[in-house]
Nanobody, 117 residues
Framework: QVQLVESGGGLVQAGGSLRLSCEAS????????MGWYRQAPGKQRELVAA???????SYADSVKGRCTISRDLSKNTVYLQMNSLKPEDTAVYYC???????????WGQGTQVTVSS
């Protein structure tokens, strides 16, 4: 079993920055795909950024150029650096980690990001 704990959310003014962290513990295999998702009130959960097992990154168009996903395999941690934040970035941000078992994935509990205008 794998547990994910997100941290780093908070309240920030528009134009500010936040760095989210997601630390994994438990039965860890390091080279798996991971991603950051977000869900705003009344909206569906959406993918923000992803990193493959090989370290290839991808981003939603809405955050491209403003966000960077990275990982530290030695710490079993994935990060999301968010810059130039906008009020529309306000959401609960979730971390997801794939398992080596097909169809199995793990989610964190979420961390709230609120961007004030």
């Amino acid at each position: 079993q794998v547990q994910l704990v997100e941290s780093g959310g908070g309240l920030v003014q528009a134009g500010g920055s936040l760095r989210l962290s997601c630390e994994a513990s438990g039965s860890i295999f390091p080279f798996v795909a991971m991603g950051w998702y977000r869900q705003a009130p009344g909206k569906q959960r959406e993918l923000v950024a992803a990193i493959t097992s090989a370290g290839v990154t991808s981003y939603a168009d809405s955050v491209k150029g403003r966000c960077t996903i990275s990982r530290d395999l030695s710490k079993n941690t994935v990060y999301l650096q968010m810059n130039s934040l906008k009020p529309e970035d306000t959401a609960v941000y979730y971390c997801k980690r794939q398992s080596r078992v097909p169809g199995v994935e793990y989610w964190g509990q979420g961390t709230q990001v609120t961007v004030s205008s």
